[in-house]
């Protein structure tokens, strides 16, 4: 079965930082793109971070430009999510997705392009 597995959320005042990962049984890994989504309550699933076959082209969503960095290790099979200078309105459910687009120079941004999701992890930022 594919399994894609969040971990690392958790509890952190603002300013702070916490780390996502996500172990995917996808294969080949390196075929798809990896994604980031978050979901706030009462809030649509939105665009995080994404990162192509390669790592080569990742894409951020502008409310986390130059704080979130998403970055791949296909030897072992897991994407991460290093979030620095967290803020309030960063608090949610944070969901990792796999696209099967191939050796691309490019990442999807829509949630129906991505084929397999996690079942979430949750951040909670207080201020």
């Known amino acids: 079965q594919v399994q894609l597995i969040e971990s690392g959320g958790g509890l952190v005042q603002a300013g702070g930082s916490l780390r996502l990962s996500c172990a995917a049984t996808?294969?080949?890994?390196?075929?798809?793109?990896m994604g980031w989504f978050r979901q706030a309550p009462g809030k649509e699933r939105e665009f995080v971070a994404a990162s192509n076959w390669s790592g080569g082209v990742t894409d951020y969503a502008d409310s986390v430009k130059g704080r979130f960095t998403i970055s791949r290790d296909n030897a072992k099979n897991t994407v991460s999510l290093q979030m620095n200078s967290l803020k309030p309105e960063d608090t949610a459910v944070y969901y990792c997705?796999?696209?099967?687009?191939?050796?691309?120079?490019?990442?999807?941004?829509?949630?129906?392009?991505?084929?397999?999701w996690g079942q979430g992890t949750q951040v909670t930022v207080s201020s």
């Open positions: 996808v294969r080949p890994f390196s075929m798809y793109t």
């Open positions: 997705a796999a696209d099967r687009s191939g050796v691309v120079p490019t990442v999807a941004r829509n949630t129906y392009e991505y084929e397999y």
